[in-house]
Structures are given as structure tokens and as C-alpha cells.
């Protein structure tokens, strides 16, 4: 029968399988950061277990690290605890760890693939749900939780049912000022922020192909905000060129090998799928969500939705939009905001920065807005001033911040004050997700420059147009 | 980590409606500071719960008096969505609730609730809805669950619907054994494994 690419992966990782249950799958590289792995070390030290694969694991600080003086010591003592922890038990068991400060340092799931840890047909977990980014090589890559952590550090397994297969196809050309953060949060709104549960989904089609892979993680990355446990694209020559050379791939015959495995790794023709969806990419425009769910977003120059036209409950709907003092009809452009937080796994990469700079060069800031731009990675801030776009942002009066996943979730100081309004290239727009009371509207990077220079909510093809 | 066996279950039950609730509600990110695995029913919907400054919010649901020390919550639509943390299925059963049913739930939530001996009983929307009806209108509604026999009903009308578990989960809760048990028990075959992977 052929086969998808996700049961190639799938498929050649079962140990075994039991019946009426869960396949026993192995996990090749697993990631580990400061906040999700404290209580599974105690868990394997209190039955007695040890780390059995420590070179399959690999340590980052990011989740709750400052954004701003990283070379004094962390002020919030349960940070610095979380820090010491992680540090400790990755020295314990031979785990690499790259902590705070150190050159390889950043948000988990920009250095993993930064460094060549990310390879194309490898299963990959961590606990964090947005571990789905490392599909963008071809990988089986979602999060799990604590206990499954434990797991994988004293087994190397976890116990996952098989997921139904999902193909998402966006064939057709992107318009001007339309980014890969606006496709996924496109496709999110179509199926909701729970209609891909149960599912792993294949991306495929010209959209995917054009996209380059820091566009694929974006895309790869949000496939949890629509319920699915993960996302893939096939790999091809982008991919490779990507990871060659990079310091944790294969070198030499090993490469060659690897390769030879992974020009295997595709969807065969008449393959089937549980469900299959088709979109065109000239339907798709620059997006922003105006609710508390990612599924809740529209084209930037379209208005709220009614709560009749939307599925779901009224009620809920209503909390929602009450919780984000809008109201149903209103247009979204020419909201005032009040933050701009261009970082995150989502959208922290080399190419959110080079989007940011391409509306913000030779404008300014806003003066009532506060912006907070944080590179997912040490790595990311060598390129951006290697490319001058610090001199960029530094004209146009912003100021870049130090690595990690700071105001996304908003467990460090950087918090969204209670009422605010936030223009965020993040994941969630969730009540409070970025500090308590703070109201996020989720956006490419694109829309917050635009946004971050109008000092309002701006369509970015207005200024794409006068450049 | 141990839990408590699931056999049977019957109690009265906390009732949430509302749809899509993620796991930042169920437990916000600035909470996820501890390293070690205790007290997580403090924060437990700490925002829907409790003020800014600290004083509980008096209408909803889990603040309610006439609810307290019911172990079963029942959700609205997609509970668990969002986040992977763990910690959320440990506010869950911190704060005494063994079962969360629902007419749907988040893959990794309802993962973690099987790791930890919370049991996620998912049922028909419309049984759900019942469900709810019947517990606005008398908060002392009972609800049983019956891992055995896969069955949830409403004690006050007799209506029951079965509800889906694997057989090897199934096994686990009713002994309280974990996944770490079985794998430990298969290294050797794991280890053969790994030694097949290139990479």
C-alpha cells in the first residue's frame, strides 16, 4: 500500500506495537528546557532509574530567562532555581546543555534546527507543544508532558497511539505582504482551534515548496493551535542545504548515507489520508486574530465576525470578545495599540527580522507604543548585526532585547500590563497568556511593523506600496 | 509518579461550559516556577478563580460552595487546549478531582491526564449537555463512572452512555501502574532497537 510520509517516519520508529493500545516509539532527539523537566529528573531518581541515551538529549535555557542583563545573576529567585536545576541535572547525567549566555543559547525550537540537531526523519519530542516546528525537515516532531519526559530520559520511548493523517494543500502564488505566519493563521481559522485533534497533518503544495524553511517552521509551528498533535513538510533541496554543514549533522559518508534515506521520504501518489483539505493562496491576506483562541482570526482589513457566523457557542464567543473589550462588526484596522512583540518560536528567526526591518527602515516608532523585539537565538542576533539590521532598528528607534521566549508566555518580566493592547508575532492570544489581563492580537511580523510605526492597526501592503 | 487506582467513581460535579479552555487558564505560565511536583491546586484557574488582588471571584463555578469536594469536573468543547504543561493535569488532581468529562479534549491534555491518574471521559455533545442541565438544576447531581464497564451515567435519570479507553490505559488506571513500568520491562528489546537507528 503506499505509504505517507508520516507513516514512513511513523512506521520505522514502533518498537512494538500493543494491541488495543499504544505503540512503544522510539525518540531519537529530545529536547529539554528549564521548566518541564525539573519534576521528571526527581521522577527517575526517585525509582532508582538513570538518563539511558544522555547524547540524545539536549538542554536549553529560554523559557523563563531574562530578556535584558543575561550576564548578571537571574533576580527572581525561582527562576534562578528552575536555571540551577536544569543546569544541575544536564551536568549530572553527560545531557549538553547551552545555558544562559552560552553562544548556542536560545528558544529550544530555533537552535535545535540552528545547530543541525533537527534532521529530516527523526522523531523528535519535548515538553513544550510547540515542538511541532521541527516538521519543517521532514521530522515527527510534537510536544508531551512531564511524565513523558521521564519517559524518554530513562527509556528513550514514549507510549503514543498512531495519530490520523491530515494533508493540508495551499497551492497557488502569495500576494505581496503575505508571510507564512498569515497562511497558518489562515488555515487555522478555516479548521478552528480544535478541528485538527487527533490528527498529524502533512503541508503540501506550491505555497509549501516556494517557503523557505524558516517560513516552514512558522507554519510547522502553529499546527498545535489548531488541535493537531504536529505538522511535516516533505524534505527536498532546501532542506538539505539547510542542514549541511551545520554543526551536529551528519559529515562526510555518514551524509551521504543519511541522504540516500531521506530522498526516500515522501508521500507516494494515491496514498490516503483520513482527511484532506485544499486552499488557494490568493484567498489568503495578511491576518491578525481580534479574539482569545488562534482560530479566531480574519484578513486585517475585514471586520469582527457575528457570533451567528462563527461555530461554536454564543456564549463562549461573547466571553471572548468581552475579554477583549471588542465588539462584534468593528474593523480591526485603526485599533490603537499599545505593545509590539516581534520574537518566539513562531516568529524569532533571522527572516522575522529582516520582515520587521523591510517596513520599519527610514520610519519611526510610534511614541506610545512599546516594542520589544527578542531574537530566538544567540545565533539569530550574530546575523541580524551581521546583515546591519540592528542599525535599522536602532534608527527607527527600537531596540533589540537578548534571547528566549520572554513575553509569548510571559513567565519572565515581560509582561503585557492588564488592559494593554499587544500586536504579537507569537502563538496565543489565550486571556492572559501574556501577562495577566493583557490583550494580544496575533500577526506576522509584517503587521507589526506596520502596526508598530502607525501606532495603531495597520495593513502592511500600504506601506509595502509607498517604499 | 503513583496514583490512586480508578475503579468507580461517583460523585457530584463541578460544571464549566465553556468551550476551548486552555491550559493557561486551567494554570497561567507564571505559576509553572516550581521544581518540584506539589501544591498546584493553589493556582488552579487562578485567574477565573481569584481577582487581582487575591479575592475569590464568588460566581464561578469551582469558588461555589454548593459544589465543594465534588472530584469530577465537567468541561465545555476542546477542554486542554494550548499548552503541553503537565502541570495543568496536576492542578486538576491537586485541587481533588479525579475525572474531567467533555464533549472533546486536547490531544496532550487528555494524555497527561492518563499519565497521572486523572480520567478524561469524553461523551456526546448531547449527552454533555444533559449533563449540564442537570447539574444547573440540581447542584447535587450525581454522576458515576465506571472504568470497568466504560459507562458514565446520571444517577437522577438512570441515562448512561459508554465512553472509549484503550484497553492497555484502561489496565493502567485500574492498577495505577504507568508507562515507565512497561517500558522498563522491555529495555533490552529498546535497546536492540536503538542500536538499528542511524542516527
Redesign the interface.
Known sequence: MAKTLFDKVWDSHVVRSIEDGPDVFFIDRHFIHEVTSPVAFLGLESRGNSVVYPERTFATADHNTPTINQHLPVADPLSANQLNALERNAAKYGISHWGLGDKNNGIVHVVGPENGITLPGATIVCGDSHTSTHGAFGAIAFGIGTSEVEMVLSTQCIMQPKPKKMRINVNGKLGAGVTPKDVALYIIAQQTTSGATGYFVEYAGDVFEDMTMEGRMTVCNLSIEMGARGGMIAPDAKTFDYIKGRSQTPKGEDWNKAMKYWETLYTEEGAEFDAEFNYNASDIEPMITYGTNPGMGIGVTKSIPNAASVEGGVETYKKSLGYMSFNEGEAMIGKQIDFVFLGSCTNGRIEDFRAFCSIVEGRKKAEHVTAWLVPGSHKVVDQIKAEGLDKIIANAGFELREPGCSACLAMNDDKIPAGKLSVSTSNRNFEGRQGPGSRTLLASPLVAAASAVEGVVTDPRTLLQTA | ?AYDKFNVLTSTAYPL????V?T??II???F??????KDFDINFFR?WRFN?DGTPKPDFPLNKEIYAGSKILVG???FG???????A?WSVYDFGLRCVISS?????FK??CL??GVLPVQVSASFADKLFDAIFADPKTEIKVDLPNQTVTLLSTGESETFEI????KDNMLNGF???D???N??N???A??ET???
Open positions: 509518579m461550559p465553556t468551550e476551548n486552555d493557561d487558564q497561567p505560565a507564571r509553572l516556577k516550581a521544581t518540584e511536583r485567574d487581582q465545555g468543547r476542546n487546549s494550548g499548552s503541553s504543561r503537565e502541570h493535569a472533546a479534549f486536547a490531544d496532550i494524555n497527561n499519565n497521572i484503550n484497553s492497555y490505559k504507568d508507562d515507565i512497561y517500558l522498563k522491555i529495555e528489546e529498546i535497546a532497537f536503538a537507528r542511524p542516527f
